[in-house]
C-alpha cells in the first residue's frame, strides 16, 4: 500500500494528541501543526523519534507557513481553534480569527497545494438552544447563541462551499463535550483546579441542571476515524456524543466525592453557567450508529474515568 500523509492542526490538544496516536496506528504518516497556545509538548513526547510523526510549530494563522506544511499531504483533520467559549465573550475577535480566518487558511493552503480531504472539529454549540431532543443533524434553522457556536458554524459553511467548488471532500463531526487524559479545560478540569484552590467550596457555575452528553476522548476520534473511512458524501456531517447525559450537578458531586466528600457546593444560580451556554445538549446519534460505530463508554463512565485520570494528571 502506498504511504498515506495527514495533516493534523491542533495535534497537541487534549483531543488531537489521541487522533494522532490512532492515525499512527493505522499506518498513516502524521505531520502536526500547532503554535501551543493551550496544546502541550507533554502531549506529543510519545510519539518522538518516530519517522512517520512530524511536528512543525506553527500558527494557522500563518498562511505561507501552512501552504509549506501542506506540501505533500492527502488528508487534513482541522482540530485548531480556540477551545474555550468563554474566552470569546471577552475577546470578541478571538473565535473569528481562529474559526473561520483559520478554517479559510487551511482550506486554501489544500487548494493550493491539491489535498481533497478535510474532517472538522464542529461543535453541538452550532444548533444553540435547540426544540427537539435529541437534536439531529439535519435540525433547523441553525442559530448559535455562542461567539464560538457562530464561529464554528461560518467554518463548516466554508468547508461546504470549498468542497463544492475545488472537488473538495468534507467530514464534519458536530462535538458533544469531550473528555479525559490531556485535557487543559472543560467543566472536570475547572472543578479540580478550583477545589485545589479552596478544597473547601467549589462555585459551580449556574443551577446545575445544565444536562449535556460527554464523551470519553479515545471514542471521540475513534468515531471521527471510522466515520471518514465509512461516509463518502461531498460533505457529511455527523453528531458525536454518547446515548446518555449528565447534569452539571452530578459532575461536581463526583468531583468532590473524588475529593474527599468535604467541599460545599455552591451554585450561582440560573439556567446557564454563562452567555451563550445552554441548559440542555442532547444530540442524535441515529447517523453515527448506522455507519457501525459503537462508544465504549457513556457520559457517567466517561466522567469518572476522567475524574480518575485528572486527578492524577493536576496533582
Ligand atoms: N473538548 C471539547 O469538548 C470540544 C467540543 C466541541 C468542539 N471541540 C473542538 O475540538 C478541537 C480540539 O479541542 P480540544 O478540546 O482538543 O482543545 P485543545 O485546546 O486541547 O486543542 C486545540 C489545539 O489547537 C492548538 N491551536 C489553537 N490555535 C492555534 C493556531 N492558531 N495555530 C496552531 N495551533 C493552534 C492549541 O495549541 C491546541 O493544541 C477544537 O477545534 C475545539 O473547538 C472541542
Avoid at 202 to 227: I, N
Avoid at 245 to 266: F, K, L
Avoid at 271 to 286: C, F, H, K, S, Y
Amino acid at each position: 500500500m502506498s504511504e498515506r500523509h495527514a495533516l493534523v492542526t491542533g495535534g497537541a490538544g487534549g483531543i488531537g494528541n489521541h487522533l494522532v496516536g490512532l492515525l499512527l496506528e493505522k499506518g498513516w504518516h502524521v505531520r502536526v501543526v500547532d503554535n501551543f497556545s493551550s496544546g502541550t509538548r507533554a502531549n506529543l513526547a510519545r510519539f518522538s523519534g518516530r519517522k512517520e510523526f512530524e511536528f512543525r510549530e506553527l500558527d494557522v494563522l500563518d498562511l505561507d507557513g501552512l501552504k509549506g506544511a501542506m506540501e505533500g499531504i492527502d488528508f487534513v483533520w482541522h482540530l485548531a481553534a480556540n477551545p474555550d467559549i468563554r474566552k470569546g465573550i471577552i475577546e470578541t475577535d478571538l473565535d473569528l480569527r481562529q474559526g473561520p480566518v483559520a478554517t479559510r487558511n487551511v482550506l486554501e493552503a489544500m487548494r493550493v497545494r491539491g489535498t481533497k480531504g478535510i474532517a472538522f472539529s464542529s461543535s453541538s454549540t452550532v444548533y444553540g438552544f435547540p426544540r427537539t431532543f435529541p437534536t439531529p443533524e439535519d435540525y433547523g434553522p441553525l442559530l448559535p447563541e455562542s461567539v464560538y457556536g457562530g464561529s464554528k458554524l461560518a467554518c463548516e459553511g466554508l468547508i461546504s462551499s470549498f468542497a463544492h467548488t475545488y472537488g473538495m471532500q468534507g467530514w464534519i463531526f458536530r462535538f458533544a463535550n469531550i473528555i479525559g487524559p490531556g485535557a487543559t479545560h472543560g467543566v472536570i478540569y475547572d472543578f479540580i483546579m478550583k477545589l485545589k484552590k479552596d478544597p473547601t467550596r467549589l462555585e459551580v457555575l449556574g443551577d446545575g441542571r445544565q444536562r449535556k452528553g460527554y464523551q470519553w476522548v479515545t471514542d471521540c476520534v475513534g468515531a471521527m476515524v471510522h466515520c471518514t473511512e465509512t461516509a463518502n458524501e461531498r460533505v457529511n456531517v455527523f453528531n458525536l456524543a454518547p446515548e446518555d447525559t449528565i447534569s452539571v450537578a452530578e459532575i461536581a458531586r463526583q468531583v468532590v466525592d473524588a475529593w474527599g466528600g468535604t467541599a460545599r457546593i455552591e451554585f450561582t444560580g440560573g439556567e446557564r453557567g454563562w452567555a451563550g451556554d445552554v441548559p440542555q445538549q442532547n444530540l442524535a446519534i441515529d447517523r453515527l450508529r448506522s455507519t457501525g460505530f459503537q462508544s465504549r463508554y457513556n457520559s457517567q463512565e466517561a466522567v469518572r474515568k476522567t475524574i480518575e485520570v485528572l486527578r492524577q494528571e493536576l496533582a
